[in-house]
């Protein structure tokens, strides 16, 4: 591993999360030193090589032939660890995680039926979308006419990724209130520092959505709907070999990762172009620019912090030998702002050209939700500010009250006037 060229200690793991009131700050100081001084940094607390560097982190979060699977990892990797806490003894895989912490030939065989049959939904989708983006602005039209300030997060960034998730998945509208709130619960499986109550919280609400899950798919295969749940029964019926079981465990998953992650790229996205008032303008003078504005979000601002990675060969990275079974966290905020990679990469430029950020990760398991993220971000970017072209801040010098779930990025609350 690379040395640090001065004896001030590098950070751990948990300086390294928003639980830190100086990385929830200002993430960039402390990466920007780390990527200096010691870009491949063996960290003792969670047993990973923490990446920082962007000509590290791409090529190795695209190497399909690297392990995802925490079961895979040494017992030393004790972060990557967590998410194999809970396998039941002689369980089959695929039924005991989703397809995010799977390796071949689980990974494939479920991903692929899921990406066929997602992917389509998501590519006749808009019209719903803007349906539910228009909802949300008609409630804040009704409280602004009053003059009142809102909180954006709430009636805006959180609903609508939600809504658009269910609606995909076929979620009856009368029972959104539990998804959201069994959503907000099952979160906490990404967060390797739960407290006991939070585990408490996150198994009450898997339970609830498996159940929920279980009774949807029997329904559905009797009785088939205009939705995903449908098609995927239906692509089971031809065969695809994927159970029950492994179809509910990744159908939460969709409903995990397409809340909370989108959610904030929506928040991040209003308040960066808030903060930016020549960067708004381009937008307002030129809507075509909507997808670069989500993209230079993406870039400066991800929503997902890190993501990782278990070497399945010895290796080399960065000059530093790295063993069978080690683990790497790559921050993938570090490498977006990497400066060898992005020319003044603390600026937030709208009209900026160069490499691909890095923010739905790479390779096999890139973010499947990526397709919906985008286009729920460019219609809800692109409708709230036309509606409301004097959006501002209500408390214009007011500190931003960024959320303290490890390895993510989002706003608490975004108070605005309109
Ligand atoms: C801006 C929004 C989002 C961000 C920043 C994001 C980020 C990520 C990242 C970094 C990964 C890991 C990729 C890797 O390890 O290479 C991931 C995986 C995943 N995401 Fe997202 N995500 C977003 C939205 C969504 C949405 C909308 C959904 C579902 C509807 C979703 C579902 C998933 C799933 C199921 C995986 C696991 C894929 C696999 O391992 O094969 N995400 N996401």
């Known amino acids: 591993m690379s040395e640090p060229q001065d004896t001030k200690p590098l950070p751990t793991i948990f300086q390294l999360t928003p639980l830190d009131p100086t990385y929830r ?3 960039h100081q402390v990466l920007d030193d780390l990527r200096a001084r010691c870009p491949v940094h063996r960290d003792n607390v ?14 190795l979060v695209s190497d399909r032939s690297l392990w995802r699977d925490p079961l895979n990892a040494e017992e030393a990797a004790v972060m990557q660890r967590r998410f194999a806490d809970v ?11 989703s397809i995010l912490m799977l390796d071949d030939p689980d990974h494939a065989r479920i991903r692929g039926p899921l990406v066929q049959a997602f992917y ?26 009053q003059g009142q300030p809102f909180d954006l997060m709430s009636r805006f960034c959180v609903p609508i990724p939600i809504d658009a998730i269910a609606s995909i ?34 198994e009450r609400c898997s339970e609830a959505l498996s159940a929920y899950f279980a009774a949807t798919i029997e329904e559905r295969r009797r009785n088939p709907q205009d939705d995903l749940i449908s098609d995927m029964t239906r692509l089971q019926g031809e065969g695809a070999p994927l159970s029950d079981v492994e179809l509910q465990i990744n159908l939460s998953a969709l409903l995990i990762g397409g809340n909370l992650t989108t959610t904030d790229l929506i928040g991040n996205a209003v308040r ?19 997808n670069q504005v989500v ?30 079974s080690q683990a790497f966290t790559f921050s993938l905020r570090a490498a977006n702002r990497d400066p060898d990679v992005f020319e003044d990469p603390h600026r937030f430029d709208v009209n900026r050209k160069g490499k691909p950020h890095v923010a739905f990760g790479g390779g096999a398991h890139i973010c499947i939700g990526a397709p919906l993220a985008r286009l729920e971000a460019q219609v809800a970017l692109g409708k709230l500010f036309e509606r409301f072209p004097n959006l501002r801040f209500a408390e214009p010098e007011a500190a931003p009250e960024w959320r303290t779930l490890p390895f993510f990025r989002g706003l608490e609350r975004l108070e605005l006037r309109a």
């Open 25 to 27: 700050a200002d993430p």
């Open 46 to 59: 969670s047993g990973t090589f923490v990446l920082t560097r962007y000509n590290d982190i791409r090529p």
């Open 87 to 97: 396998v039941p003894e002689g369980a089959a895989r695929g039924e005991t995680t």
């Open 120 to 145: 389509a939904r998501v590519a006749r989708s808009r019209p719903q979308v803007e349906e539910i983006v228009d909802r949300s602005l008609d409630a804040i039209a009704a409280i602004t006419e």
């Open 169 to 202: 998945l076929g979620v009856e509208h009368s029972r959104l209130a539990e998804f959201r709130e069994w959503s907000e619960g099952v979160i906490q499986s990404l967060n390797p520092f739960r407290n006991e109550d939070q585990t408490a919280q996150m």
């Open 272 to 290: 960066l172009l808030l903060l930016h008032p020549e960067e708004l303008a381009k937008l307002k003078a030129d809507p075509g620019l909507i």
């Open 295 to 324: 993209e230079e979000t993406l870039r400066y601002e991800p929503p997902v912090d890190i993501t990782g990675r278990i070497a399945s060969r010895d290796m080399e990275v960065g000059g530093c030998p790295v063993k069978t």
